[in-house]
T-cell receptor, first 118, second 111 residues
Framework: GAVVSQHPSRVICKSGTSVKIECRSL??????MFWYRQFPKKSLMLMAT?????????EQGVEKDKFLINHASLTLSTLTVTSAHPEDSSFYIC??????????????FGPGTRLTVT | LAKTTQPISMDSYEGQEVNITCSHN???????ITWYQQFPSQGPRFIIQ???TKVTNEVASLFIPADRKSSTLSLPRVSLSDTAVYYC????????????FGTGTRLKVLA
């Protein structure tokens, strides 16, 4: 199956600092990647769609200046949480899209990054 | 974007077959149905995807009736390690689709 990695897996930062999370598709090229966040015992919430070579598309209510997304290559998208605050503490998950075998598209998810802001 | 509805939780015993049904009344003609499994503090893992009728792979089967307004994920002979949250999602027929996650079904397998 397709492999998507995230780095770091876990990060603790001080309030006011910025944190960058990387998402890589290891064995396929992905023109589209997605970023989600998940709070404990809750479902995944889509934050933004990351398109290679163009600006990301953010979901309603997600601040684009706070969550900077860069999709500079077909295998790498980054999410930078700027001026992080404790309420930004969450589990961040990325996914990468690739064509399936029957005309559909499939999403493969990374292992997630646990961000804790102190 | 089709909305999906699943039971919030289910309990089962080891060795039993588990069927989880998902409703997606507003599914579009070109939408596929995909199921994911998620363990705590991990990203969702792809289980199976289908468009109509029945799809089977090494871990599960997916049953889709003719009207495609629902689907059933079937897990044969579950074990304790199948305890997880299972999500049903629709979409995936173009590069511009996006998944909207519902509540998922929290499956607990008991010894």
């Amino acid at each position: 199956g397709a492999v998507v990695s995230q780095h770091p897996s876990r990060v603790i930062c001080k309030s006011g600092t910025s944190v960058k999370i990387e998402c890589r598709s290891l064995d396929f090229q992905a023109t589209t990647m997605f970023w989600y966040r998940q709070f404990p015992k809750k479902s995944l919430m889509l934050m933004a769609t990351s398109n290679e070579g163009s600006k990301a598309t953010y979901e309603q209510g997600v601040e684009k200046d706070k969550f900077l997304i860069n999709h500079a290559s077909l295998t790498l998208s980054t999410l930078t949480v700027t001026s992080a605050h404790p309420e930004d503490s969450s589990f961040y998950i990325c996914s990468a899209q690739r064509p399936g075998t029957s005309g559909s598209y499939e999403q493969y998810f990374g292992p997630g990054t646990r961000l804790t802001v102190t | 974007l089709a909305k999906t509805t699943q039971p919030i939780s289910m309990d089962s015993y080891e060795g039993q077959e588990v069927n989880i049904t998902c409703s997606h009344n507003n599914i579009a003609t070109n939408d596929y149905i995909t199921w994911y499994q998620q363990f705590p503090s991990q990203g969702p893992r792809f289980i199976i995807q289908g468009y109509k009728t029945k799809v089977t792979n090494e871990v599960a089967s997916l049953f889709i009736p003719a009207d495609r307004k629902s689907s059933t994920l079937s897990l044969p002979r579950v074990s304790l390690s199948d305890t997880a949250v299972y999500y049903c999602l629709v979409g995936g027929t173009s590069g511009t689709y996006k998944y909207i996650f519902g509540t998922g079904t929290r499956l607990k397998v008991l010894a």
